[in-house]
């Protein structure tokens, strides 16, 4: 009989891992946008636009990963209403996580500014009209999303804190590549 899988498989735990110091990338590459001005800060926001796309191609990995590999099932004792928020929170991270990167690939559309991935090539840009309101909308939509994110991070760091703190059951153990399991009464 094969043994029960009590950890997400190392894809899951390096597109997870990854996408989470892209997200972190992210938040610095913003500040030191914001922090300097002129061509400075539009490189930091041409890097930001790259990771963001990468972000948007990783997010769309994950979903197919997660749908071909199973997911390592959550304690038996997790409530009814634990495992409801985790799911919504989960949905959620891929709602923004692939929200946010349309939203800034749709600004600079509207606004008609290219997208340069890394410097590669230019990524192409949507078929929307040139219109600096339209670019507006986008962008508050985009920053909406930033603030949702940042809820979404602090449930789900808080949610896995407190099972292994408070519940002192092995939910970190299935995402952290390195944590030994608990032995669990």
Known sequence: MAAKRDRYSAGSMILHWGIALLVLAQVLLVTAAEANEG????????????????????????????????????????????????????????????????????????????????????????????????????????ELAAKLLYVLIALHVLGGLKHAFTRGDNTLHRMVPFLPRKSVS
């Not at 994950?62 to 989960?90: C, E, F, Y």
């Open 39 to 142: 061509p400075v800060g539009r490189e930091y926001i041409g890097l930001h636009k790259a990771v963001g796309l990468t972000i948007l191609i990783l997010t769309l990995v994950r979903i197919g990963w997660r749908l071909s590999h199973p997911v390592a099932p959550l304690p038996l004792a997790t409530p009814a209403w634990q495992i409801w928020i985790a799911r919504i929170t989960h949905v959620l991270f891929y709602v923004v996580l692939i929200g946010m990167p349309l939203g800034g690939w749709a600004a600079s559309s509207a606004a008609g500014r290219d997208i340069s991935w890394f410097g590669l090539f230019n990524w192409p840009l949507l078929p929307l009209p040139l219109d600096r309101a339209l670019a507006g909308q986008f962008m508050d939509m985009h």
